[in-house]
C-alpha cells in the first residue's frame, strides 16, 4: 500500500530548483487568472470577536449553498488584539495594526464579515461602531456586519422579508415594538434596525419600554425624521398595552438601559424591578390579529410565554429560516462580478 | 489596482430601496428551489460540546467528499449554554432553549452532528443521554450522534466493516472485549456500541474486566436478550485471559467503574491498582490467531504493548480508516432525497 | 410542512439489518474508489497549537480556490497533548502518541499543514523542530509546516516570488535584513528562511543585529557555506546604516536573542534599550532605490514607521498577497495526482 515516502515540505531545501522555478511560474500564471462569476471557488472570511450560533450557521451556509467556502476566525485563539488608532506607535498589547489586518484579509477572501465586540464601559465610545467601522475603512473587498454596538442589517433583511410574506403590502400596518425583561438584556443593535426598516417601508411604529430605557438619541432622531417625512406615527416610550393595541405584528426583544450602560450590578437591580415587562396571549389579543417577531435567543416564559412562541402567532422560525435566504441574496447583490 | 471602494453593508440603510428589493425578491426565489440530490450545497452542523480529533476530522472529511460542507461549532466560544426542560422559566444563566436552537438550525444544516458532554455527577441522569436525545426530539433534520455518555454509533459503524474485512463471515466467532488500565479511563460508549453490534451479527462474546467495572444494567440486560434470541454465549466479567482464550478478535478498551462516578479520586485510586490489567503478545496468543481492536486513542505500553500496536495483529489504523468510509455511507442514506 | 419525522442515529439500534448492510457494501465500494486530479472532493488538514491569521485564511483560501476543502483544527479546543517519544509507557497526560495521530489523519486527509509550539525554555531542544519533525515521520501524508522554530517555507516562497516581480533577476542583487525592536519578538524562522533562500537566488546578504541576537550558528553555517559555493558575500552582526548601504532590498524583522531565550524578562530588559534599531525613510535612502519587505505583524512606528510603510518602498502587501499564490502553487506540485 506504501509506495513511495510522501514529500514533505519542512524547509525550502526540500524542494529543488526545477521545482522553486515550476511554482513560481505556476503562482505568477494562478495570480492573473480572473475571478468567477459566482462564488464557486471564492472565500468569505467570518471574523468572530463574540460567539454565534444563528448568524455563524446561517452564513456560513449561505455562503456553501451559493457554491462558496468560508474561513472562520475567533479572536484570541485564532488571532490576536488590533490597533485601530492612525499614526499609534505600537509598543502594547496589539501587535498588528487592523490597516494591516484588513488590507492583508482583503487579498484573501471576497468578502469580510466582522462581529466586532463593543468595550463596554461608555456608550458614548462604543455607539461610534469603531469595531466595524475601522474594518470597513481599510478593507479592499466589502465588509458585512455580522451585529455591532448600533446595527444588526443581517437580522433587518430576514425580518422584512418576513413581514412582507405575512403582511403582504406593508405600507400604513401597525409595528408595536416591545422591551421584554431578561437577566441578561441584549444590545439595541436589533430593535435600532427593525425601528428605521418599518419605517422605511411606511410602517406606523410605536414602541414600548420602561422608564429609563430610551433608544439611542441620535437613532431616535433619524427615526423621527423618517417618519416626519413620510407621514408615518412614531410612538416613543408607552406602555406594553397602549403599543400593542391595534398593532399586525409585536416585535419583542430586551434591550439594556443607557445610562447604567457599563454599570452591570445597577443595571441588574433595575431590571428585577421590571416583571411585568412579558409578552402573553392576553397581551397579543389586544394587537390586530398580531403576530409575534423575535430576533432570539428568546428565554421563554419569562419575554414571551410558551403559549404565544409555540402558537400560530409566532413568526420566529420564519424570521430565522430567512437568514438564510436573505443573507444568499446580499452576497448575490454584494459579491456579482 | 482600486477601482472604485467595495460596497460595504453596515446598516440596511447602506442598500437603495432598489436593491432592497432586489434582494427580498431574489431571497424568494431562492427559497422555493428544491434542494439537490446529493450533498453538492447542503451542509451539515456539526455541535462539539466536548473536544473531538478523529471524529471531527473523519466526519468533516467524509461530508466533503461526498461534495457537501460543514459548519464546525463549538459549545463556550461560539455558543451558550442551553436550557432543555420543557416549560421552564428561562430566569438563569441559559438564554437559549434547545426546542429553538434545534429548530433553527434545522432551517440551516441538512444534518445535525452533536458530541453532548455528560454532567459527570450522577450516572441515573447521565446514562439517559439527555444531551443527544433533546436535540434529537427537537430537530427537523437527522441527529448524528457523535458520542454521548451511552453510544458511539459511528464508531460501531466501522468497527463491523472492520471485522467484517477481517474475517469474512462474523457468525459464530468470537469476539473479546478487555478492560485496559487507564489513567484517564474512557467513558461506556464505544464498549456498550461494540458489545451490542457484535451480538447482533452472529458473535459470541466475552466481555472481561476487574470487579467493580460491570457495565450498565440496562446494557446487559439487552445485551443478555440479544444472545439469548440468537442462541450466543455472552459472558461477563471474566478475567483477561479466560475471555482472551480462543477469541478472533480482542477489542480492547478502558472505561469508567459506575461506582465511583463522579468521584475522580476514588475512581484513580482503584485504576492505580489494576496495573496487571494490559494487553501484550503473551495475552493475544491465546487467542485463535487473534487481531487487536480499539477505537483509540490508546496508551501505548500501558494499555497495549508497542509490539502487538506495530504488529500484524493490530486492526487500529483500519477501524480509524473505515470511520470515514462507514461515514460517507450512513451521510448518502440518511441524506438521500 | 413537517412530512414524516427525520431519521435520527443514535445508536446503530436505529437501523435495520438491511440499513446496516446497505451501508457497509457502499463503504466498501466508496474506499475503491481513485483518488481525484485536483483538489476537488479532497481535505487539507490544518493544525493549529498556535495561533494564526495570515496564514490560517491564505491556506484555507488556497485549498478552497483549488476546489478542495480544509478542516482546521485548534490544539486544547478541538484535540489534546500528543506523546512524541518512541516506546514511551504512556502514563502521562497525553492521552495518544503523535505517531498514531498521524497515522490517523493521513487517513482522512490528502496533506497535513501544521503550526507546531515551541516548548520555549530551551533553545537546544526546540532548534531540532521535534513539534514538525514527529509529524513528518509518523504522517502517510505530505506535511506542510505553517511556521516552526526554525522555518517558515511559505513565507519564503512568497518571499522570493515578491522579489522576482519587483527586482527581476535576482542574481548578484544586495539584501539587508535588518533586526528591529518589537516588546515581544517574534521567532527566528523567517528570517532563517529569506537569508537562505536568498543567497540560493543569488543575493549578495547583510544581516543587521545589535550584539547578542545572532542567529543560530547551525544556521549561519549552512548560510555560510551556500555564500562561499556561489562567491557570494554574507555579513553577519553589521549595524544598520551599514547594511543598508547599497541594498535594493530590506527585510526587516524583529527575532529573540538566543541567550535569553527562556528568560522573558531579561530578554524584555534587554529590547528596552535598542530604541534605535528601527525602519525609517532616511535609513531607507541609504539603499539603491531600496524597497522594504516584512513578513507581518508589523509594529507601525516601532519596527517601521507609517511614512515608509505606506508609502511606494513597501512591498508589505505584496508579500501577503504572494502568500496567497505560492500556496496554491505548493499544493498543485505537492498534490498532483
Not at 450557521?57 to 449553498?65: E, G, N
Not at 472562520?72 to 501587535?95: I, Q
Not at 414571551?304 to 402558537?311: C, P, T, W
Amino acid at each position: 500500500m506504501t509506495a513511495q515516502p510522501p514529500k514533505h515540505f519542512i524547509r525550502l531545501q526540500d524542494l529543488s530548483d526545477r521545482e522553486v522555478e515550476d511554482i513560481l511560474d505556476l503562482s505568477s500564471r494562478m495570480k492573473q487568472s480572473a475571478p468567477r462569476t459566482n462564488l464557486s471557488g471564492r472565500t468569505v472570511g467570518l471574523l468572530f470577536f463574540r460567539g454565534s450560533l444563528r448568524t455563524r450557521t446561517s452564513l456560513v451556509a449561505a455562503v456553501q449553498q451559493l457554491g462558496g467556502n468560508t474561513v472562520n476566525l475567533t479572536a484570541s485563539s485564532d488571532f490576536w488584539d488590533l490597533e485601530s488608532r492612525d499614526g499609534a506607535v505600537m509598543d502594547g498589547a496589539a501587535p498588528e495594526h487592523i490597516r494591516d489586518a484588513a488590507a492583508v484579509m482583503s487579498k484573501y477572501v471576497s468578502a469580510l464579515a466582522i462581529r466586532p465586540k463593543a468595550k463596554g464601559s461608555s456608550w458614548d465610545i462604543d455607539r461610534e461602531d469603531e469595531g466595524i467601522r475601522a474594518w470597513a475603512k481599510h478593507s479592499r473587498v466589502p465588509v458585512i456586519n455580522m451585529e455591532s454596538t448600533l446595527w444588526h442589517p443581517l437580522q433587518a433583511l430576514a425580518d422584512l422579508l418576513t413581514l412582507r410574506e405575512c403582511l403582504g403590502e406593508l405600507s400604513g400596518k401597525r409595528l408595536a415594538i416591545a422591551w421584554t425583561r431578561s437577566p441578561t438584556p441584549a444590545g439595541h443593535s436589533v430593535v435600532n434596525s427593525i425601528l428605521l426598516a418599518a419605517l422605511r417601508v411606511g410602517m406606523h411604529v410605536s414602541v414600548a419600554h420602561p422608564p429609563g430605557y430610551d433608544l439611542d438619541p441620535g437613532v431616535v432622531d433619524e427615526a423621527q425624521a423618517a417618519a416626519s417625512a413620510r407621514g408615518l406615527t412614531l410612538e416613543l416610550g408607552q406602555g406594553l398595552e397602549d403599543a400593542v393595541e391595534g398593532a399586525q405584528v409585536v416585535y419583542a426583544r430586551s434591550w439594556s438601559a443607557l445610562d447604567t450602560y457599563g454599570n452591570p450590578t445597577l443595571a441588574a437591580s433595575r431590571i428585577a424591578r421590571m416583571s411585568s415587562w412579558s409578552i402573553d396571549e392576553t397581551l397579543m389579543a389586544r394587537g390586530d390579529d398580531s403576530r409575534l417577531m423575535h430576533p432570539m435567543p428568546v428565554r421563554r416564559n419569562l419575554e414571551v410565554s410558551d403559549e404565544v412562541l409555540d402558537g400560530p402567532r409566532s413568526l420566529l422560525y420564519d424570521q430565522a429560516e430567512n437568514r438564510l435566504h436573505t443573507q444568499k441574496g446580499l452576497l448575490s447583490i454584494l459579491l456579482r462580478s
